[in-house]
């Protein structure tokens, strides 16, 4: 990295440190002794937005009206960034938990955040029983009648582009009986791609659509109505990107 790219990263993600311990310790201290722990709720609200805020990013969103008012649902979003989940702390309803990696359980504060509000931690690049037990936490925090959000890509993409889905979050909203609520966002892949440790400084407006609640398919063959989610949530998220996604502007002609 040069010194500037080194500069870039410090002015941005020396503040988010500062931050994410703050409002960690806000969420540790006093999320035990409110009601469904309603301060690590206010904290993650507000760590999201003065993140973004810090950034300097400008979210746009749309579709609030989709969000169901009660009962258990499962946000599933496209997957561009590490920014992601700030932007759509920002903006998401609901007390809603995520699917983390179990490694980022570990970091501090905001690893102790996710443990102590009841966050899902996943392994990743794993299958079989241990993805299994995934789908089962996944069903209880629904159960309990909690919102979950997933990234069912299950990894940031590497063009932008939409990866297919993997399997968990609809098995999950199956044994769960809540609909899907899908999500599309564009943006924070031309701010920060996979591998990058600094978010672009020219790119700044990031767009959020949530659509209509997919409902879960008429009984039946499990693997069947898995699928059936499966496609119909990826031609639900395809068709809300569409109408958001900005390609990137041309280099200028230098000739």
């Known amino acids: 990295m040069s010194p500037a790219e080194i500069w870039t990263a410090a002015r941005q993600w020396v503040p988010f440190a500062a931050r994410t311990a703050g409002y960690g310790m ?25 993140s973004v805020a810090g950034l300097g990013i ?21 997957h561009q960034s590490l920014i992601d989940i700030l932007v759509l702390g920002s903006v998401l309803p609901g007390d809603y938990k995520w699917a983390a990696k179990r490694s980022l359980m570990r970091v501090p504060f905001i690893g102790w955040h996710l443990r102590l509000a009841g ?15 995934a789908v089962e936490r996944f069903a209880r925090v629904l159960a309990e009648g909690k919102p979950l959000l997933i990234f069912p890509e ?43 440790v600094r978010a672009d ?25 898995i699928e059936a989610l499966r496609e119909a949530t990826s031609t639900a998220m395809h068709e809300l990107f569409a109408t958001i996604h900005r390609p990137p502007a041309p280099a200028p002609d230098r000739a």
């Open 201 to 225: 400084d020219e790119r700044k407006i990031v767009r959020v659509r949530i659509g209509a609640p997919i409902p879960l398919p008429a009984p039946g063959d499990e693997k069947e109505r």
């Open 154 to 196: 299950g990894t940031r993409t590497l063009d932008g582009a939409i990866k297919p889905f993997k399997a968990g979050a609809f098995k999950a909203a199956l044994r769960g009986d809540a609909p899907i609520v899908p999500v599309a966002l564009d943006g924070t892949f031309q701010m920060m791609s996979k591998g990058d």
């Open 119 to 133: 966050h899902v931690p996943v392994d990743r690049g794993i299958g079989g029983k241990t993805a299994d037990e």
């Open 26 to 50: 806000i969420s540790c201290l006093l999320g035990p002794f409110t009601r469904n722990h309603a301060a690590s709720l206010w904290a993650m609200r507000r760590w999201s937005l003065s």
């Open 58 to 78: 400008e979210v746009e969103s749309s579709g609030m009206e989709n969000v169901p008012l009660h009962g258990p649902y499962v946000y599933c979003s496209n």
